[in-house]
């Protein structure tokens, strides 16, 4: 039997040496060890799979934490705001790039800049909507 790379609540694999992910909230989660359960019986909260050693020794299952902040409306805002807000640009200032980093820019895919921010936009609301 072999055992896979624990995932996050977006199906990321975590590696082993991350110390700090981040709940539903967004709030830091320190880790101080990583632990894979067997099917225990006696203990009905816990199923096969990996958890995360949390504050206070609790067992939290990585399938609710994340890699990376997760979004929010708040976040969404504050990401329109910076496009508004730039002089030029301003799909770049929304994905928080500037405008000579197209490379790493996931806006950088043969497509308008302007278009592929517009998607984004649309993807985030329907996420945080509860819709996909």
Known sequence: MSIELPKDAEGREIPLDTT?????????V???RWVYCTALGFLDDFRRGWYAMGSG???????SLYLTPPDSWEKLE??????????????CAYFGKSA????????????????????????RIRKLRGEC
């Open 20 to 28: 700090a992910m981040y709940g539903a909230d967004g709030k830091v």
């Open 100 to 123: 000579c980093d197209c490379s790493s820019c996931i806006a950088d895919k043969g497509e308008t800049c302007e278009r592929v921010a517009m998607r984004d936009i649309a993807s």
């Open 30 to 32: 320190n880790i101080s």
């Open 78 to 91: 504050e990401d329109l705001g910076r496009g508004a807000d730039a002089l030029n640009y301003e799909a």
């Open 57 to 63: 020794d609790r067992l939290v299952s990585t399938v």
